[in-house]
């Protein structure tokens, strides 16, 4: 059974930064596209950064620049390197992946940048 555990949420203030991780579990994990998405109250979950097997990684364009996606393939984790962040930023971080047919999701993570 696949398992995506996300970690490293939390309350920061705006600029500062967070390391938002995920943990696979029940799955080739080198063989998944793995995805970082939010959800802030009232809006849809939105693409924020994703990353292939092979390692291209794509970003939105709010968060470029800013972001950055990084997999390690020995230890089934992926991490989202989250700097300058803005309360706009504020949402429910879910990590997803992804292989053909199969798409699973974690149970999210908050991040809340606030002063």
């Known amino acids: 059974q696949v398992h995506l555990v996300e970690s490293g949420g939390g309350l920061v203030q705006p600029g500062g930064s967070l390391r938002l991780s995920c943990a696979a579990s029940?799955?080739?994990?080198?063989?998944?596209?793995m995805g970082w998405y939010r959800q802030a109250p009232g809006k849809q979950r939105e693409l924020v950064a994703g990353?292939?097997?092979?390692?291209?990684?794509n970003y939105a364009d709010s968060v470029k620049g800013r972001f950055t996606i990084s997999r390690d393939n020995l230890k089934d984790t992926v991490y989202l390197q989250m700097n300058s962040l803005k309360p706009e930023d504020t949402a429910v971080y879910y990590c997803?992946?992804?292989?053909?047919?199969?798409?699973?999701w974690g149970q999210g993570t908050q991040v809340t940048v606030s002063s």
């Open positions: 029940g799955m080739i994990f080198s063989m998944y596209a």
């Open positions: 990353i292939r097997s092979g390692g291209s990684s």
């Open positions: 997803n992946a992804q292989l053909y047919r199969d798409n699973y």
